[in-house]
């Protein structure tokens, strides 16, 4: 398999399994998986955060390991450690949780400062330095973490350094009234429901097939200045002290591309950046003082820039430097249409 809507289609209907809506999650965690990316997960106890990593984990057939994180606990719990064999009269490496595909870190901001600074190797170079020694993490290599943003004791905040290491922060929010009824159907007929009744329907080389494929997906050279313009906006907020970063707006075009291919399409649209723009550069923004009081938030920011940033209309034609894009199965050239960009430069936009 090499087609990333064919995978994610796959992925999306075996978590349904066990999980009830959320589509919106385990879209997010393909974009990212097939972007080079990582996701921290936000939501209150009991919404299924930690869940849903494991059935991607699962669903997707990669090794899995979940650390969950304490003020205790310290970074060689999650590098791995050099550890003295009696029999042998020597030290032999042993490997930590970080060395599997996925690494769920539960209740990241649970753990201090100096642990948590033990996933930032990682998660940018795919590799740790233990003792000296450079050892490289396998691929594909996914960090996903959780927390609960109503606790107050007992937690550290993310640095911000920390916290631009994610591509995307996904709220995962309590259940609509639909959904919540379908989970007590669910549940009532079968209580002993669980991550372990999702069975993997891809491999993890079907997987790296699809990331290349993604790497190959067109972009306009005026959707790239779009990337641009919104990441600018963002940044000249009055209420902003420090803006999305540059490695911000790098990982914010391999989402889209990511989300364009996961939808059949060879090639970005804006409607791509619209819809990921608020999960890849809210959590990066750093607020002054003074906007808690006058009740601004990131979000808020991001959607204003969003509103704001007139996206390209025409001028998306991939002839116009000088190729047509590679398009996926099902997939149609994008096609300029007249008027004032309702369509996003293309005939249909995609729902954002």
């Known amino acids: 398999m090499s087609d990333p809507a064919a995978l994610y289609e796959s992925l999306r209907e075996e978590a349904a399994e066990v ?38 984990a699962r669903a997707s057939g990669l090794e899995y390991a979940r650390v969950q994180m304490t003020p205790d606990l310290l970074p060689a719990d999650i590098t791995g450690t050099r550890v003295y064999r009696q029999d042998t009269g020597s030290f032999e490496f042993t490997e930590g949780p970080v060395f599997a595909n996925v690494v769920v870190a539960d209740e990241i901001n649970r753990a201090t400062p100096k642990t948590q600074s033990a996933l930032l190797e990682s998660m940018q170079e795919e590799q740790v330095t233990v003792d000296g020694e450079t050892r490289t993490l396998p691929s594909p290599f996914l960090v996903i973490a959780t927390q609960n943003p109503i606790e107050m004791e007992g937690v550290f905040a993310l640095p911000e350094a920390q916290r631009d290491r994610f591509q995307q922060k996904l709220v995962v929010d309590v259940p609509g009234r639909d959904d919540e009824r379908a989970m007590l159907d ?26 290349e494929v993604v790497g190959d997906v067109h972009v306009a050279p005026r959707v790239k200045e779009y990337v641009i313009d919104l990441v600018d906006a963002t940044r000249a907020h009055d209420a902003v002290e420090h803006g999305a970063s540059p490695r911000a707006t790098v990982t914010f075009l391999d989402a889209a591309k990511a989300r364009a291919a996961v939808r059949g399409r060879g090639y970005v649209i804006p409607d791509d950046l619209k819809a990921l723009a608020e999960s890849v550069l809210a959590h990066r923004l750093v607020l002054d003082t003074d906007a808690g009081l006058r009740g601004i938030d990131p979000t808020a920011i991001v959607a204003e820039a969003v509103a704001g940033v007139e996206p390209p209309a025409t001028g998306t034609d991939p002839d116009a430097d000088g190729a047509d894009p590679p398009r996926t199965a099902g997939s149609s050239p994008p096609v300029e249409v007249e008027g004032d960009g309702a369509g996003v430069g293309y005939s249909g936009s995609d729902d954002a």
Do not use: M, Q
């Open 19 to 56: 999980l009830v809506g959320n589509e919106r999650l385990i879209e997010g965690l393909t974009v990212a998986a097939l972007s080079g990316g990582h996701v921290l997960l936000e939501g209150v106890p009991g919404v299924a955060k930690t869940t849903a990593a494991s059935l991607f």
């Open 186 to 211: 669910r549940f009532d007929e079968n209580p002993e429901l669980n991550a372990d009744d999702v069975d993997p329907v891809v491999t993890p080389a079907e997987l790296l097939a699809c990331k």
